[in-house]
Antibody, heavy 120, light 110 residues
């Protein structure tokens, strides 16, 4: 059974960089039919796609966040990572990692999510 | 403001059929498939419908999806109390070159 687990600091100071890791178990991040992505949800609000990455390292980002986002993959550890720089209170959200099936064209597996609060 | 437009709320009584709409444009729903996710309180979203009308294994056939032009709908028949959740539509947007979501619809079972 595929599992995705997000991890990282739950509190980040304004203007600093948010860093999260997603560990994939029960499947390989190097499979050719999947992309891997990050999606966030501010408290009480809707979902926002942040960006996605292929195991080769090819990335694409939400244009509204592109200047501040870096997503990377470590196939040896079966992990993907998210870095979001210059954070503000508006970046406070639950951050999810998810698998995107290229054939089904959908995010079919999601992690449980991790709450990151931006506050001094 | 979300790129895809959903009603903020919907409701029904047990056993009823309810529908949730999702309105987009030619660059997203009009040219790509639509997915629906169910988010129970305090949990991660779960895939409910993909490719407009396909159910993943394990999703009851009470849930169905459809698409016409630049709009899509999720229908839930035989409404149950366990269906009380937030529902989100999503699609790829060719203009934004990214995934876009609806603002979500909170379904209440009366």
């Amino acid at each position: 059974q595929l599992q995705l687990q997000e991890s990282g600091p739950g509190l980040v100071k304004p203007s600093e960089t948010l860093s999260l890791t997603c560990t994939v178990s029960g499947g390989s991040i190097s499979s050719s039919i999947y992309y891997w992505g990050w999606i966030r949800q501010p408290p009480g609000k809707g979902l926002e796609w942040i960006g996605s990455i292929y195991y080769s390292g090819s990335t694409y980002y939400n244009p509204s966040l592109k200047s501040r986002v870096t997503i990377s993959v470590d196939t040896s550890k079966n992990q993907l990572s998210l870095k979001l720089s210059s954070v503000t209170a508006a970046d406070t959200a639950v951050y999810y990692c998810a698998r995107r099936d290229i054939v089904m064209e959908t995010f079919d597996y999601w992690g449980q999510g991790t709450l990151v609060t931006v506050s001094s | 403001q979300s790129v895809l437009t959903q009603p903020p709320s919907a409701s029904g009584t047990p056993g009823q059929r309810v529908t949730i709409s999702c309105s987009g444009s030619s660059s997203n729903i009009g040219s790509n498939t639509v997915n629906w996710y169910q988010q129970l309180p305090g949990t991660a979203p779960k895939l409910l419908i993909y490719s407009n009308n396909q159910r993943p294994s394990g999703v009851p056939d009470r849930f169905s999806g459809s698409k016409s032009g630049t709009s899509a709908s999720l229908a839930i028949s035989g409404l149950q109390s366990d269906d009380e959740a937030d529902y989100y539509c999503a699609a790829w947007d060719d203009s934004l070159n990214g995934w876009v979501f609806g603002g979500g619809t909170k379904l209440t079972v009366l």
